[in-house]
């Protein structure tokens, strides 16, 4: 592994790369990152508000739809 070196000679810290946010959730992870119950989730999918994607026998809250709902910037 090369390490790019500093003025003093020494080498650098490894720069870290960010993971990318995600595109979806899964309910449970949804309800843990908004504070918002399974019930309320499933009340603001049928009311149009959040979008709810079947993959599978899964159902997924897309991420862009959760952060409208929540008034998040991205």
Request: hydrophobic share 40%; net charge positive; with cysteine.
């Amino acid at each position: 592994m090369h390490l790019a070196e500093t003025t003093a000679g020494r080498p650098s810290a490894p720069q870290r790369s960010t993971a990318p946010a995600p595109l979806s959730y899964t309910l449970n992870d949804a309800c843990r990152v908004s504070g918002l119950s399974r019930a309320t989730l499933y009340r603001h999918g049928a009311a149009g508000k959040l979008r709810l994607l079947k993959v599978g026998g899964r159902t997924l809250v897309c991420a862009a739809s959760l952060r409208a709902l929540l008034g998040v910037a991205e």
